[in-house]
C-alpha cells in the first residue's frame, strides 16, 4: 500500500486545506478513476471509461472481502515493523516479501505516521485511527496476495478489457492500477472505516504532489505488490 511522490523525501509539506475537502467530496468511484488516470498508459482512455473499471475493481475488492469475512482470508502473513517507508518517490505503508517458507508483510512505521498526520492536517482524525490505518495496510496486502490467485483473473475478466483483437480471437489486457482499487475497496470493507483508504492514499499523494516536480535521476523505489498505489 503505497502513494507515489513527486518530490523530495524531507520536508513534505501538506496540502491546503481546500484539497483536501475537495478530495473528500468525490466518491471511491471517482477517486478510483483518478488514480488510473495517473497511469501513463490509460492516457487518452475516457474518464467514463476509467470509471467503469473503478466501479468494478471496488466492486470485486468488496466481495473479496465479504467473502474473507465469512470464511477468513486465507492469505494470512507474519507482520514486522520497521521504518524507511517514507522514500523518495511514495510513502510506502506496507509491502509483502515473499520468502522460501511463507512470506511476510513489513509495515512502515514512519510511513503510517505519515498517513496519520496527514489525516489529521486533513481533519479526518476521528475517520482513520491509528489502529484502522494499520490494519487497512495489512488487509491491502492481504487483497494483492488473494488477486494473485482466482480473484484476479475475475478481476481481469469482469474488466473486459480487450488488448487485441484478431479476427474473433480477443486478447485479455491487464489494467494497470485496478488491482490497486480492488485492495483499496477490501481494506475499506474489511476494516469498516468511515472513511475510505482510497481517500487517504489520495490525500497523502496530495501533499507529495504539493511538495513539488520530481527530483531528477530518484532511484527507483520499492512498488508494493501489484504496483504503486
Ligand atoms: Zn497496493
Known amino acids: 500500500m503505497s502513494a507515489p511522490t513527486s ?75 520497521s521504518t524507511g517507508g517514507l522514500r523518495r518517490d511514495e510513502v510506502l505503508l506496507a509491502e509483502y516479501r515473499r520468502r522460501a517458507r511463507g512470506g511476510t508483510v513489513v509495515l512502515y512505521t514512519d510511513a503510517l505516521d505519515y498517513a496519520r498526520t ?3 492536517a486533513a481533519g479526518w482524525a476521528a475517520d482513520f485511527p491509528r489502529e484502522a490505518v494499520r490494519a487497512a495496510a495489512l488487509d491491502h496486502e492481504c487483497a494483492h496476495r488473494l488477486l494473485h490467485g482466482p480473484r484476479g483473473r475475475d478481476l481481469r475478466r469482469r474488466l473486459d478489457h480487450t488488448a487485441a483483437a484478431v479476427g474473433r480471437l480477443r486478447v485479455r489486457g491487464h489494467v494497470v492500477g485496478a488491482d490497486e482499487i480492488a485492495a483499496h475497496a477490501y481494506a475499506h470493507r474489511r476494516g469498516r472505516m468511515r472513511r475510505s483508504p482510497l481517500l487517504l492514499t489520495a490525500a497523502v499523494a496530495a501533499t507529495l504532489a504539493h511538495a513539488g516536480p520530481p527530483a531528477p535521476a530518484a532511484p527507483a523505489s520499492v512498488p508494493s505488490p501489484g504496483g504503486p498505489a
Do not use: C, K, N, Q
Not at 55 to 63: D, K, N, P
Open 7 to 81: 518530490g523530495a523525501a524531507e520536508p513534505r509539506r501538506f496540502a491546503p486545506a481546500e484539497r483536501y475537502a475537495e478530495l473528500a467530496a468525490l466518491g471511491d468511484v471517482e477517486l478510483g478513476a483518478r488514480m488510473l488516470a495517473a497511469a501513463p498508459t490509460h492516457e487518452g482512455r475516457s474518464p467514463e471509461r476509467l470509471r467503469a473499471w473503478a466501479r468494478t475493481a471496488i466492486a470485486v475488492g468488496t466481495e473479496m472481502a465479504g467473502d474473507a469475512d465469512a470464511a477468513g482470508s486465507g492469505a494470512e502473513a507474519r507482520v514486522a515493523e
Open 118 to 120: 496527514v489525516a489529521e
